[in-house]
């Protein structure tokens, strides 16, 4: 077992496909799937099946590309320690990885202004719940971002505990629904499923057998369910699809001062529970001390979108006044 024939499986984890793990890697696609298999021959294990869509790893494929990502990120540390000699200080590294909430967005900007160190390494990664959660368990981000519904949160918590990942509530809200300023229903105090089936439902694309508990908005009820729908793969997507048409998303509500964009206001949903914000981490992963920072202004970032939501929505109760 060598280094390199880690890397090749990590890449293709990453990928989802030997084929685009061979161009980012600039090799061949039958160099990679040899070396590989070579590996499984030596291990006596097969780390996934191959199909034309792609590959879907087996459980112990699963289990051996986290040890391998973690010998790999020892690997590289101990290569940047020694490497370029002492005098320079080590990086300090922090990674999130998060549902699409501009809210987290605010909070990793403000760790950034105030961080003091000379030599950092900063990430933050907008995913769907299946890949927060992946990445969390496979130590590919410190912490990760996202919810919990009443609907849910039974599903949800049962896959952190199944892979030993804790949850830390930062906010609750309930659930609310995003429309354009000038929508034939802006002028709602609170909106129903039902008054919202004729219009367009907006949501966010979920990952290749992810779960419908997985997704970042409170989905329609069975029996509201829209005849049509636009799925988008961007928080971007998601702002223009909403502020240009009769289009609606559902989510957590909370609008963010200078991120959130101001063609768009939260009504909220009536009859559907609460949401719960928070972020989550492994068990036994002891957070440095950039996380433990990113966890507090995480809490803060929610609770000034919070009052930004309510004062916009104030705002909007003065006007119809």
């Known amino acids: 077992m060598t280094f390199q024939q880690l890397s090749y499986v990590v890449e293709v984890g990453r990928c989802g496909s030997i084929n685009r793990a061979a161009r980012n890697l600039f090799l061949s696609q039958s160099g990679i799937s040899t070396a590989i298999r070579d590996l499984e021959e030596e291990l006596g294990i097969q780390f996934f099946n191959r199909s034309n869509r792609g590959v879907e790893f087996t459980p112990e494929g699963e289990e051996f590309l986290a040890h391998a990502e973690a010998l790999l990120e020892q690997k590289r540390r101990i290569e940047e320690l020694y490497s370029g000699g002492r005098s320079a200080p080590a990086a300090v590294r922090f990674s999130v990885s998060t549902q699409r909430y501009p809210f987290a967005e605010d909070a990793f900007v403000r760790l950034l202004r105030k961080t003091a160190a000379s030599n950092y390494q900063f990430s933050i990664r907008e995913a769907g719940m299946d890949t927060v959660i992946q990445d969390v368990c496979e130590h590919r981000a410190d912490i990760g971002v996202l919810f919990l519904s009443d609907l849910t949160e039974k599903t949800v918590r049962r896959r952190l505990d199944d892979r030993n990942v804790e949850f830390h509530q930062v906010a609750a809200a309930p659930p609310c629904v995003y429309i354009r300023r000038d929508h034939p229903l802006a002028g709602c105090d609170i909106l129903t499923e039902t008054k919202l089936a004729e219009y367009p439902y ?120």
Not at 225 to 247: F, H, I, K, Q
Request: proline residues 5%.
């Open 202 to 321: 907006v949501f966010f694309e979920r990952e290749q057998g992810a779960a419908a508990e997985c997704g970042e908005e409170c989905r329609p009820l069975p029996e509201h369910r829209p005849a049509r729908t636009v799925c988008v793969n961007s928080l971007a997507a998601m702002r223009g699809v909403l502020a240009s048409t009769d289009a609606y998303a559902a989510g957590c509500g909370l609008l963010t001062e200078g991120l959130s964009d101001e063609r768009v206001l939260s009504i909220p949903l009536k009859g559907r529970g609460s949401i719960r914000l928070g972020w989550i981490h492994g068990k036994n992963d002891k957070l440095s001390p950039p996380a433990r920072e990113f966890a507090a202004l995480l809490e803060q970032a929610a609770a000034d979108a919070a009052a930004y939501t309510r004062e916009r929505q104030d705002q909007r109760s003065v006007l119809r006044g």
